[in-house]
């Protein structure tokens, strides 16, 4: 085989000819942006049994990746027939015998209805993919550390096409061949195990994987990891676990961990689901500066390494989170690989049961770690920030056209959809609910499914109608609030009326079906709880509390059952707050303080209490993770809600409690909690030599060794806050941790730089460098736009707004909202929110971004107003 040149091209979204096409009219006539739906399922009713052979010659630092393919597929009507391939080069293309020109046009390939037929059909043709560092579907690492090299794919949600022809939809589901000639000493890693692994003939420094053929599975679920990876811990009965050969040390004392946790999910889902594993093997590889925590190919998920192999000073929140992400991913081979969904409008059907299902079995695994507390602290927060917002959508999103379904990823699929999951579970029961899940993977294994077919399930198995409910929850965006409204006793012992009232948070209208427990608390610690249905604008509950003592506090969202946001009555948030510490169950005080957290946020409570309670009673807090919330949050509401003055004020009592705390609290994670928020908030010249003396080793945490990642964070903070001896403390972090990893920390680091020339070279690199790793963009833009230095960075706003399309255009599904949140949230004032709504106002905008936008702006918004209110 034979390509003569790497010719890529023209980049920009995938484009495709309309639905006229696929009738034999005249293809090149009509060209539209991205892959319409109605042409996606016209082309899904047209082709069946898909089968790709495919063959990719990988060399070392080349900017592309030769292949040969083979697709056969059955065609149920005449007509012309478009694979879909942007980005690189094809030729050689033969159909059904007959040779033929190769035609790309925007991003696909047209096979002419001449040489088709009715039946079986075949196509063989030879292609080039672009590989590099960013922004491709092929994705190359350098590893600084040794100078080996890794190839990895990456093709959620579209663009498998950008690496071989394909039919680039997730419902027309297909079997993989794969066969990859690579240099002698890499190993690859696919969905299958290799079934042949041989010299190459004539080339003995390179060796050719064959892999076994796999089961159906969407494109964007093919993978393959490429690279010298080595195999570490391997141990019949657990998954394998691949890491770079450079870091084969630090993943032997974290594989055992890792992987008993996936092997126990593994177990425990397969009976859940009364579902066996459905695929030959399951393998983990651990991908540096991979674009997600984890992307879950059948088979074989690829996980971002810096999530498995800590590169800061772990706490035990941290293992279990890293347990949430193996168990996530896990949980897709079953939800989003055996049952797909058919279009990314129905994304959740993967992510928000994954991400709810991953909770759900950790609680199983590990009943004695109060994973439903965490499950709230994790997930609700996000949800609930941004469908508090106007640019929410619904969990089902209208998506027209794949070139948007990027902008589907975040907090709604992510957040709301698990804990909107989570109140249906408490719906129908546990086991209603589990037998529904059971339906529904028997009914759609190995094929695609919509969200009513779920639903339909939770139907038939319960009895139980659900398409109200559904329309709301599912179809409807926003949430309701629901107030405790009154409270009436006319004796201590007995309460006579109790009225809830809910509304929309948007002020769209509308009824939310709640089912909700409430919970009464007493000042001896007692409470009594209550379920209760809210169907409609108002409701009395005196009755259902018949006989329940007149209550201290009510606080209507007990255990989490229910989606909204609740707020405390003034009468219960003033009882709350003068017994928060004293209050014995957990949950109850995580709920309560972010209960608190949410007043604020709505400007019902003034910052400056917030922080004068964190001060008073999380120094005594017993919970690690409750602890760890509220420092954060106090964080924030230092950084951004309250005025510069109040903090400067504030600031010093603030430094005392976390160096305190990081030096003397009873446990070693209370110790790394306190460090954290310690470095975060040090500001004043006492605490910034603190810093340094831990840098310098004259300080230490006891019981606590500083990682790199933590050495770096405290370098970072000393460029931010623009100490005298910032420069000098780079150049010995720098010397003394020359790794790979280490110059992306000094990249990080001195975007922090508060000098607009520096500035400007960053935005520059943001947007021109192509040679620079997207984790190195995004893990920069924070420093780059830090909370302290809004005046600074304002001028490059505007600039990073008009570069929207090319930032949608060119980079991974999550970044968008990196860049909007870091460019947005990094600004504090008036100013700067009537920039971007003015942005909003006359920008040409698509309409995802402008949802995206307005997510992201409502922080914004939120800081100007409480500042306002309580300067």
């Known amino acids: 085989m034979h390509i003569d040149g790497l010719r890529f091209l023209k980049s920009g979204l995938l484009t495709v000819i309309l639905l ?82 190769v035609k790309v046009d925007s991003g696909h390939i047209i096979l002419p209805a001449s040489v088709l037929r009715v039946g079986e059909n075949t196509v063989s043709l030879d292609f080039a993919a672009p590989v590099a560092p960013a922004g491709k579907a092929l994705t190359r690492f350098e590893d600084k550390d040794d100078g080996s090299e890794y190839i990895y794919t990456l093709f959620v949600p579209m663009d498998a096409s950008m690496a071989f022809p394909c ?33 190459e003939a004539g080339e003995p420094s390179r060796r050719r994987t064959e892999f076994a053929e796999t089961r159906p599975i969407s494109t964007y679920l093919f993978a393959f990891a490429a690279g010298p990876f080595r195999k570490v811990h391997d141990t019949p009965g657990l998954p394998g676990l691949y890491v770079r050969q450079s870091k084969v040390q630090r993943a032997e004392a974290e594989a055992a961990e890792v992987q008993q946790i996936t092997a126990d999910g593994m177990k425990y889902l397969a009976d859940y689901f009364a579902q066996p594993f459905s695929f030959p093997k399951y393998d983990q590889v651990l991908i540096p500066g991979f674009a997600y925590g984890g992307m879950e190919h059948a088979g074989s998920t690829f996980l971002r390494e810096e999530s498995i192999l800590f590169r800061t000073a772990p706490t035990h929140s941290d293992r279990l989170n890293r347990d949430v992400l193996l168990l996530h991913e896990l949980t897709h081979q079953w939800f989003g690989d055996l049952v797909t969904m058919r279009w990314f409008d129905d994304l959740w059907l993967k992510e928000g049961f994954a991400q709810y299902m991953a909770y759900y079995a950790l609680d199983a695994l590990k009943p004695e770690e109060h994973i439903w507390k965490r499950f709230y602290q994790a997930i609700k927060p996000a949800a609930y920030a941004i469908d508090s917002t106007q640019g929410t959508t ?44 059971r339906l ?53 012992d007995r309460m006579e009326s109790l009225v809830l009232r809910q509304h929309d948070v948007l002020s769209e209208g509308g009824i939310w079906p709640v089912t909700t427990q409430l919970l009464l608390g007493y000042a001896n610690g007692r409470v009594e709880r209550l379920q209760v249905r809210l169907e409609s604008e108002t409701a009395d509950f005196g009755r259902e509390a018949h006989g329940a003592a007149c209550p201290e506090y009510v606080f209507a969202n007990d255990q989490d059952y229910a989606y909204g946001r609740f707020l405390l009555d003034e009468n219960s948030r003033k009882a709350v707050m003068e017994n928060l ?51 954060n949050h106090a964080v924030t509401a230092l950084h951004h809600y309250v ?25 070693k994670d209370k110790r790394i909690i306190w460090f954290r928020g310690f470095r975060n908030v040090a500001e004043t010249e006492t605490a910034r030599g603190h810093l340094k003396d831990m840098l310098t080793g004259k300080l230490v945490v006891p019981g606590v060794e500083l990682r790199q990642l933590d050495r770096w964070n ?135 971004l402008k949802l995206k936008i307005l997510q992201v702006v409502d922080e914004l918004d939120r800081t100007v107003k409480i500042r306002n209110k309580y300067q």
């Open 20 to 101: 006229a096409c696929l009738y034999g009219t005249d293809c090149l006539a009509q060209i539209a942006e991205g892959i319409p739906r109605e042409m996606a399922r016209q082309r899904a009713l047209r082709i069946s049994d898909v089968r790709y052979g495919l063959r990719y010659t990988l060399t070392p630092h080349a900017a592309g990746a030769a292949g040969h393919e083979e697709v056969s597929f059955h065609l149920a009507t005449t007509g012309d027939v478009l694979l879909d391939f942007r980005e690189g080069q094809a030729e050689h293309l033969v159909v059904n015998g007959s040779g033929l020109e």
């Open 167 to 199: 039919f680039d939809q997730p419902d027309i589901k297909a079997k993989f061949h794969l066969e990859i000639s690579a240099p002698d000493g890499w190993t690859v890693v696919s969905n299958t195990s290799p079934v042949k692994n041989l010299a």
């Open 394 to 437: 619904p969990i089902y999103q209208d998506i027209p056209n794949l070139k948007d379904a990027k902008s589907a990823y975040g907090a709604i699929v992510y957040s709301k959809a698990p804990g909107v999951i989570k109140q249906l579970g408490f719906v129908l029961g546990s086991d209603k609910f589990r037998a529904g899940l």
């Open 440 to 492: 529904y993977l028997k009914q759609h294994a190995y094929g695609n499914a919509e969200w009513s077919d779920l639903v339909g399930a939770f139907e038939r198995v319960s009895g139980k109608p659900l398409q109200a409910w559904a329309d709301v929850y599912i179809k409807r965006r926003g949430m309701p609030q629901v107030d405790v409204e009154r409270v009436y006793c006319d004796h201590p």
């Open 581 to 631: 510490g004293r209050i014995p169950d957990v949950f109850e005080r995580t709920l309560l303080w972010g209960s608190l957290w949410d007043s604020v946020r709505e400007a019902d409570l003034d910052p400056r209490s917030y922080l004068d309670l964190w001060l008073r009673d999380i120094p005594g807090e017993a919970d690690d993770s409750l602890t760890e919330s509220v420092v």
């Open 643 to 667: 005025s510069p003055a109040f903090r400067a004020e504030f600031v010093g009592k603030a430094e005392v409690l976390a160096y305190d705390q990081m030096l003397h609290a009873a446990s």
């Open 714 to 848: 405290m370098v970072a903070a000393l460029i931010r806050l623009n100490d005298p001896e910032a420069g000098a403390f780079l150049v010995a972090e720098q010397k003394r941790d020359p790794s790979g990893e280490g110059q992306k920390y000094a990249y990080v680091a001195q975007a922090a730089n508060p000098e607009s020339k520096s500035k400007q070279q960053y935005f520059d690199d943001y947007l021109h460098k192509a040679s620079l790793p997207e984790d190195w963009v995004e893990q920069s833009l924070g420093e780059f736009n830090s909370w302290n230095q809004a005046e600074l960075t304002a001028p490059w706003l505007k600039p990073a707004l008009d570069a929207l399309p090319q930032v949608k255009r060119e980079r991974k599904i999550f970044f968008m909202l990196a860049w909007l949140n870091a460019f947005i949230g990094g600004q504090q004032s008036a100013q700067a929110q009537q920039q971007v709504h003015d942005f909003l106002n006359t920008a040409a905008l698509d309409k995802d």
